[in-house]
């Protein structure tokens, strides 16, 4: 059906990300020892301006999510929507930072592709065996739960089935709790994507989400982005709203959480520790500075806070 293709297009983005951040870190924009494990190849080259825009996503979500593991002493856990083929389970293991526990959340396809690797590839299936200490481990072709990190399949709409989905896999909501989004409520309608963040407002008591996606789509540079994914029969049903970083706030506002802040990627790229900028951008010579600008314009950071935990206070301190 229409539905069934539109999914199946939706659920291929999460190679695209992958490709860029492995190409990226090919260059050496920043360090991800593990992602090679999920992208098929480095692929064709990205210009410059890609790999730049990859780097704010990356440094931007990672401060806010280390801030906020840092200021609960891991005394947490993180909920990673739409997580794809992402590696932050290896990076926070490397980094000292691992939560009490990581859960992600993904279409059940894309979840067996990506447990498939990790049963496959020790680098991967290493960091899990080493933080698994009890007999529970569960390694199915739609599931993996150990005592760290657990892979759920399910769909991001159907709120009532995740939510028991978690609690099975042990959900503590009494936990302060991180809920991280990247690139994935803009597939979604805004109704469905509101729904879930009033989910989370509504079942944390200390929590923050931090969400990263496209913004200001309604100027012709923005129109040419949502034409490129449509192309691809990938409709981004969030975006053609027109969301501002207004309306990226109010969602979060309306739906129960206490603070919310957003920031486009070109402010996000100023306030970013100014000498890995400059390091980074010595890698590649950047022809099209205003190229880069208006790409950064259409992409944002937002997130909200409950329980007085400000941490996105931490964007300014840095
Ligand atoms: N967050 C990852 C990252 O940044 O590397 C992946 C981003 S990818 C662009 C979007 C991901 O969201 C895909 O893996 C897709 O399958 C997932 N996704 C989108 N809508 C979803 C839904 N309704 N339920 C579950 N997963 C969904």
Redesign the pocket.
Known sequence: TCMDTADEA??A??D???TC?RFATSKGYWKDPHIQYFARSVGERKAPEINRGYYARVKGVNHLLDAFLRKSDCNCQVI?L?????TVFWRLKDENLLPQKIFE???PT?VARKIHNIKTKSPLSKHLIETHSTDSLILDTHSLDSDRYCIIG????EISKLDEQLKRFHLNPDLPTVLL????LV??TPSQSSNLVRWAAETFHTAMFINYEQVNMSDRFGQVMIENLQRRQCSLAGAELCHSLETQKERFVKTGWEHADALDMMTVYSMLPQEDVARMECLEFLDEKELLQQLLQHYSISWASKDKLNLGNSFSSS
């Not at 739409?82 to 992402?86: E, H």
């Not at 989004?181 to 994935?184: F, G, L, Q, T, Y």
């Open positions: 939706v659920r983005t999460c695209d990300a992958t951040k990673n739409g997580a794809g083929l992402d959340v993904d279409f894309v399910a769909d991001l709409r989004s990247e690139c994935v597939y979604m």
